[in-house]
């Protein structure tokens, strides 16, 4: 080889290097808020597993993380898939990275105690956070009891408020989840119905917007592989993992360990096949849509092609 | 197993009993122990506290499951031997013990996870707790446990060892590496040693403070836990995160009925019950995921995962697919680069070598210069000055070699410092040199110095060569020696083709023949007319010829010319020239004449002088006795002589001299010889003598002609002779001045007898 050309072979080398070593970008701000499936995120901080290029906005509910999301503050949350679903038919393009849970209880109806099947909501006044993802729950909920939305009073409010309203007296049922659950049980609630009765509904998410995709995806994948290494802690460790989370909600290690059972946390290969196209993210979705536009919860069909993409997850996670 | 191998036991034993009585006692004590199932715990704390803590729960075992269990509480090593001898049934150990234990043989599994009780608190997970005096102020966060001395019981020990070390690594504090880890064997000697300030700080496992602090409350004084967690619901202080509880183990051979007692009797115990109470329990679990503790070790490192993991090459190309092919394409541009200029350098090392075996050995003498120092030269510099390494060369400059006054006048080194001063100018110069050889004799060269541009060097080396020239001067000399003599030679000197024409003649040629150089080119060179041809031939045979010969010069005048003719020949021994000399040798030939005259005769009278008269006399003598004739020895002398002399001078002297001569010479024969000997004597030899009277008629007539006047200085002058004789040969043997001598006295006999007569010798004379 020539020498000088082997020394511009060389410099071009060196330069592409350095362009990607030297070139700072702003990091990836990260809406999440308190939730078990979410655990593994705060976990991952706690434990300095977060690269630089992924900064957690800590939020109080994931009302918090889609708000940021909508004021373009926010790059990625922790959201429901009906939550992206609004982003989407909003006009906010996103993608769905990574399945952090699937509830299978954790979503729950608690009610008065007189009320003791479905059918007995007809009439009551029932306290829901209709963008939330309560809100699907409580569709699925009055589909399942067969009755319409217009034959139960929707009282939309925010989860956190549930309690007080009970206290009050103003509402009959709510649709909600831990911690608000266990203290309405504590309030003297029971539980009506919860989501393992609708399995594989609803799904807890890494949200990305497609812009943040676009410009840096490597801090996506950090964000998604951060999640995993947290979630192998949450399911390796459970020992170390439940007084850290009981630590960090102020409550006892043995409601954690009942939290965990009410979420199934899907790894690796798990969310491989959930995120896949035609898989169960992107079928969900679609019937979730339909529900959300009937009921007028969004304005339009979103687009659901491409919502879930496979291409942030680790190769190689035991 | 255990129940029929131990009725099998059972009957050999009552069999042996029966037979032999002695030994009865011994045997019946082993059996019994051999009987019990043995639960072994590790001693984490004191051995006595252990079996005061565990003996009801091995009670309660014996109590649920029918069958004999017997505690033995034993550290590490003595459980591992224990187990790997098959004297154990079931373990209780820590988890990392219970990992190295899993490592060494297959186990069947955890049977369950213990729970610990403290003060109605359950907790079934497990960490460290990393603890130091209160009163160390330099000691707050791991970071300050960088070189601290570290008291901990075993490094298989998950809350006394690799629960800390764990933490303490992600703090980027190297426990493992450090040799600041003592090792106590329990975590009770752990807080001693911390307490007395043996050691900076103590690692010990969660639950064994607070233990302690019942005892002794002023430890919490004492002591300080760094990097304390705050777990909501965890009874204990904890300085690491948690791991799942101890294991309680069952180890294969133990028959899987006795396994499932154990286990429901276990699972039975109920946090209340006095043997749960004692050992400090909640009871137990079902066995909990110990994976957590196993990447605990593999990430320190420990035993059994102190062996790196075994990473494929695919899984390190899968993780770093990107690195490793930035790095492959980098290493093989090094590698490449590499090979690349390694080659170079062998070319260069290579080129470099030749070049210098080249120039050491080319026959040419070379040398490099630096400034005006000589740093290199090759084997013909060497050699050329006759010196026998180059070790005499380097180092020096060249005018140490140099004749100091070079032919041009000039100073050999004020000439040097010139010329070294243009070629560092970029100039190449060339000059002729003579240098001295090591045995001072002297060599011409023809010397060139060039500049030769070093890269990283400003001022240029200089190469300096050398051609020797020697030769070619001293042929030069001989050429120029050679036209001096041939320009300068008094003889003539010319050359001719091979044919014999001339090509050139020199100065002296010219002189000698009277002709100019036009016309003697192309002409013959003078040469005997009649063998002139011969000549060459001779010539061109002998390759010399010499010889004398006459000539004519130009104007005619005689010559004797002396020539010697060389042939010359080229190196095809075929003849080109011939070289001839020849001298003008007609004076010195007259000269050569002359002086044989005056040998050999009278300068006045003409006749033969003494000499020449003895030299006939000789020839005639043997001509006499070869011939067998007489010859007769006359001895002349004129009687009045002197006063002529006086009174005419002596011219007139001469002239009677003269004039009496040539009378005498008229009477003898032409074949006799007369003499003058010297004054006023003569001599004569007559030959073929017969006898005295034809001998002394010759001599009367000799008297009767000198007697006759003679007309000298206008004078009539009358004189005569007296004259003796003498004949040979005679009867001795005479030789010539025996005969002359006779011839005197007879004629001193005729002075005597009154002049102007003659006088025959005989013996009675003398």
Known sequence: MHRRHFLQLSLAVAASASLTGCFKKPPLRTGVHPWIGYETLYLANEFDWLPANVQLVKGQSSRDSLNGMLAGELDAAALTLDEALRLQAGGMPVRAVAVADVSVGADVVMARPEINNLSDLAGRSIAVELSSVSGVMLFAMLEEAGLRSDQVSVIDLPANQHLEAWNQGKIDASVCYQPVASRLAQAGAVALFDSSEIPDTIFDLLVVTRKAEEQQPEAVAALVKAHFRGLQHLVRNRHDAVYRIATRHDVPPESVRQAMATVMLPEVSANRRYLAPGGRVETIARRLGKILAREGLIQRMPDLENLPSRDYLPEDFS | ?766
């Open chain 2, 1 to 766: 197993m255990k129940a029929g191998r131990c009725l099998q036991r059972l009957a050999i034993s009552l069999l042996s009993l029966t037979l032999t009585l002695g030994a009865a006692g011994v045997q019946a004590q082993t059996q019994s122990q051999e009987d019990a199932i043995v639960l072994s715990v590790l001693a984490y704390r004191p051995q006595s506290a252990m079996q005061q803590q565990y003996r009801p729960l091995t009670e309660y075992l014996s109590d649920r499951t029918g069958l004999r269990f017997r505690l033995v509480v034993q550290d590490q090593e003595s459980m591992s031997r224990a187990i790997a001898a098959n004297q154990v049934d079931f373990f209780l150990t820590n988890p990392s013990h219970f990992l190295l234990i899993r490592s060494e043989r297959s186990l069947t599994g955890v049977l369950a996870t213990l729970l610990r009780d403290w003060h109605g608190q359950t907790t079934g997970s497990i960490g460290g707790v990393i603890i130091t005096r209160a009163d160390r102020a330099d000691i707050n966060r791991l970071e300050d446990l960088k070189n601290a001395t570290i008291a901990a019981p075993g490094t298989h020990f998950l809350g006394g060892y690799q629960a800390p070390a764990l933490e303490l690594e992600s703090a980027g504090v190297k426990v493992r590496r450090s040799s600041k880890v003592i090792y106590l064997g329990n975590h009770d000697r752990v807080i001693r040693a911390v307490v007395s300030g043996d050691t900076d700080v103590g690692f010990i496992r969660t639950g064994v403070l607070e233990d302690r602090l019942v005892d002794n409350p002023d430890l919490a004084e004492i002591l300080k836990v760094i990097n304390p967690q705050d777990l909501r619901g965890y009874p204990f202080q904890v300085s690491t995160r948690l791991y799942p509880e101890w294991p309680l183990v069952a180890l294969p051979h133990v028959d899987s009925r006795v396994v499932r007692r154990v286990a429901s009797a276990l699972y039975a115990l109920e946090p209340g019950d006095p043997a749960a109470r004692a050992a400090g329990l909640a009871g137990f679990a079902p066995p909990a995921d110990y994976q957590s503790v196993e990447d605990l070790a593999r990430a320190l490192r420990v035993a059994p995962y102190d062996q790196s993991p075994r990473v494929t090459w695919l899984d390190v190309l899968n993780q770093y697919r990107g690195w490793v092919l930035t790095v492959g394409i980098l290493l093989a541009l090094l590698v490449f680069t590499t090979v690349w200029l390694g080659r170079q350098r062998r070319q260069l090392a290579q080129e470099e070598r030749r070049q210098r075996e080249l120039i050491a050995g080319w026959p040419q003498p070379m040398l490099m210069l630096d400034g005006s120092e000589l740093v290199d030269c090759n084997r013909a510099a060497v050699d050329l000055l006759r010196y026998t390494s180059e070790a005499s060369f380097l180092g020096k400059g060249l005018a140490a070699f140099s004749q100091s006054i070079q032919p041009d006048g000039e100073i050999a080194s004020q000439k040097l410092d010139a010329l070294l001063r243009r070629v560092q100018l970029g100039d190449m110069v060339t000059t002729e040199w003579v240098y001295l050889r090591s045995d001072n004799s002297e060599v011409w060269v023809d010397m060139t110095l060039a500049p030769v541009y070093v890269h990283g060097f400003d001022t240029p080396a200089v190469l300096c060569s050398w051609y020797d020239i020697t030769r070619r001067k001293e042929a030069e000399e001989r050429m120029r020696l050679a036209v001096r003599v041939f320009e300068n030679a008094r003889e003539a000197i010319f050359i001719t083709d091979s044919h014999g024409v001339v090509i050139d003649v020199n100065d002296a040629y010219q002189q000698i023949t009277g002709r100019d150089r036009q016309e003697c080119i192309g002409s013959l060179p003078p040469m005997p007319i009649d063998e002139g041809s011969a000549i060459l031939i001779a010539a061109r045979k002998h390759g010399v010829w010499t010889g004398e010969f006459r000539s004519r010069s130009r104007e005619g005048r005689r010559l004797i010319l002396n020539l010697t003719l060389s042939s010359v020949f080229d190196e095809h021994k075929d003849l080109t020239h011939f070289v001839g000399v020849f001298s003008d040798i007609t004076r010195l030939k007259e000269s050569e004449k002359k002086l044989r005259t005056m040998a050999h005769y009278d300068a006045l009278t003409g006749l033969p002088n003494r000499v020449l008269f003895a030299e006939r006399l000789h020839q005639s003598m043997a001509q006499a006795r070869r011939h067998g004739y007489q010859l007769g020895v006359i001895y002349i002398d004129l009687d009045e002589f002197k006063p002529v002399n006086d009174a005419f001078g002596h011219d007139a002297g001469d002239e009677l001299l003269i004039e009496m001569g040539r009378r005498m010479r008229t009477v003898l024969r032409e074949e006799d010889t007369l003499a003058r000997l010297g004054g006023d004597e003569f001599a004569a030899i007559a030959v073929n003598v017969d006898g005295d009277e034809a001998l002394e008629a010759l001599l009367d007539r000799l008297l009767a002609v000198v007697v006759e006047p003679v007309w000298v200085a206008d004078h009539s002058v009358a004189v005569s002779v007296s004259v003796g004789y003498t004949l040979y040969p005679q009867l001795e043997e005479l030789d010539a001045d025996q005969l002359l001598r006779q011839a005197d006295q007879a004629m001193y006999q005729a002075k005597r007898e009154g002049r102007n007569r003659y006088c025959g010798f005989s013996e009675n004379l003398s």
